[in-house]
């Protein structure tokens, strides 16, 4: 099964630090058709962080809506190192 560690932040932040293996697709990309993940099956793992868990909320129920049936909402990057690092 496919996986994919997505940063909804802005570059900027993305840059300063980011979960290992992660890609940076913010939340207005997401909501413009996350071009990136379209590659991806639609049952792919896809583990969602920014900050505070808000950006990432709001991502993890874009993607649901496109179709994505394996969402997983991650609060901030030590909540993903945590359970994926």
Do not use: W
């Amino acid at each position: 099964m496919s996986r994919a560690i997505v940063d909804v932040r802005e570059p900027f932040e993305f840059s300063m630090g980011h979960a290992r293996g992660a890609i940076n697709i913010p939340v207005s990309k997401l909501m413009n058709g996350a071009k990136k993940l379209q590659k991806l099956p639609k049952n792919a793992e896809i583990i969602l962080y920014c900050n505070s868990g808000s950006r990432s909320g709001v991502s993890a129920s874009v993607l649901r809506n496109m179709g994505y049936t394996n969402v997983i909402h991650c609060i901030n990057r030590a909540h993903v190192d945590s359970l994926y690092g």
